[in-house]
């Protein structure tokens, strides 16, 4: 299992990067980042989530994937992208209509549901299975939330960066 542990301020408006690390070692930086002055002085008057948008990047600086809010006609979902396959997936809820939500992750050849958990760990599904599983814990003397990402082996998806960048932004989902 590969487990990546990282901590973001509970500033909704920090956008250092913050370092990824794999057995103690760094592995990728995620950040909040605005694609310019105006969308980050904007989002001030919106409470820090409507412009929302966090980048994975290697160690070499390099962006990998990236999870956006995209609000049009008043609609709301997110988006996904993985910048070395060009791969697109939407990550909205379903079922709202009928009272029990459930967020889903879909791509060209993938369905995952996200089982969001509130004070426990979230699970990552593909069929029913556990794929990943991913845990906020806050910190209240440091204003920090401690994060970790379990990958399970027989996951089909092994890359870090989908489930970090997505992790990330569900913590903003329902806001």
């Not at 408006?13 to 002055?37: K, M, S, W």
């Not at 396959?85 to 009928?98: A, L, M, S």
């Not at 990943?132 to 209240?140: F, G, H, N, S, T």
């Not at 204003?143 to 870090?160: C, G, K, R, Y």
């Given at each position: 299992?590969?487990?990546?542990t990282y901590?973001?301020?509970?500033?909704l408006n920090?956008?250092?990067d913050?370092?990824?690390?794999e057995?103690?070692?760094?592995?990728?930086?995620l950040n909040?980042?605005y694609?310019?002055?105006?969308?980050?002085?904007?989002?001030?008057?919106f409470?820090?989530?409507?412009?929302l948008?966090?980048?994975?990047k290697?160690?070499?600086?390099?962006?990998v994937?990236?999870?956006?809010k995209?609000?049009?006609k008043?609609?709301?979902w997110?988006e996904?992208t993985?910048?070395r396959?060009n791969?697109t997936?939407?990550?909205?809820?379903?079922n709202w209509?009928?009272g029990?939500?459930e967020l889903?992750?879909?791509?060209?050849?993938?369905?995952m549901k996200?089982?969001?958990?509130?004070?426990?760990w979230?699970?990552?599904?593909?069929?029913?299975t556990?794929?990943?599983?991913?845990?906020?814990v806050?910190?209240?003397v440091?204003?920090?939330?401690h994060?970790?990402?379990?990958?399970m082996p027989e996951?089909p998806?092994?890359?870090?960066?989908?489930?970090?960048a997505i992790?990330?932004?569900?913590l903003?989902?329902?806001?």
């Amino acid at each position: 299992m590969n487990v990546f542990t990282y901590e973001v301020p509970a500033r909704l408006n920090a956008t250092e990067d913050i370092p990824i690390l794999e057995a103690g070692q760094h592995a990728f930086t995620l950040n909040r980042v605005y694609d310019n002055g105006l969308k980050k002085l904007l989002d001030g008057y919106f409470d820090y989530r409507y412009f929302l948008k966090y980048v994975v990047k290697t160690t070499e600086d390099n962006a990998v994937f990236m999870c956006r809010k995209v609000q049009r006609k008043g609609r709301l979902w997110y988006e996904a992208t993985d910048y070395r396959t060009n791969e697109t997936y939407v990550i909205n809820y379903e079922n709202w209509r009928i009272g029990v939500p459930e967020l889903f992750v879909k791509g060209t050849a993938l369905e995952m549901k996200i089982d969001k958990a509130m004070e426990d760990w979230s699970a990552f599904l593909i069929s029913d299975t556990l794929v990943a599983r991913w845990l906020p814990v806050y910190d209240e003397v440091s204003d920090t939330f401690h994060m970790t990402l379990e990958i399970m082996p027989e996951s089909p998806v092994q890359d870090a960066a989908f489930f970090l960048a997505i992790a990330q932004v569900t913590l903003f989902i329902g806001a």
